[in-house]
């Protein structure tokens, strides 16, 4: 079974930087394109960087310049940098494959990042 579960989350001040962590099992990360999303209370959850089995990435505009995608394969985790965090990054921030179907079923619990100005 698929359990990913995420964690560095924090509160900090505009302009600051965090590090988010994904712990995988049941997937190998390495195999399956990976993402970050994020949801922001009464949002949709929206995808906010990628990284493909070649190890590609793609980023939101919004995020773009600020935030990398890496993984490590032998630890089977998928991380997320985030500099330069804006007012507007705030949300829970989530790891998955992707894409992910409407009946996707496995999210974690998500950490929670708050920015503030």
């Known amino acids: 079974q698929v359990q990913l579960v995420e964690s560095g989350g924090g509160s900090v001040q505009a302009g600051g930087s965090l590090r988010l962590s994904c712990a995988a099992s049941?997937?190998?990360?390495?195999?399956?394109?990976m993402g970050w999303y994020r949801q922001a209370p009464g949002k949709q959850r929206d995808l906010v960087a990628v990284?493909?089995?070649?190890?590609?990435?793609n980023y939101a505009d919004s995020v773009k310049g600020r935030f990398t995608i890496s993984r490590d394969n032998a630890k089977n985790m998928v991380y997320l940098q985030m500099n330069s965090l804006k007012p507007e990054d705030t949300a829970v921030y989530y790891c998955a494959p992707s894409p992910v179907t409407p009946s996707y079923a496995y999210w974690g619990p998500g950490t929670q990042v708050t920015v503030s100005s």
């Open positions: 049941g997937i190998i990360v390495s195999r399956a394109n």
């Open positions: 990284i493909t089995t070649g190890d590609r990435t």
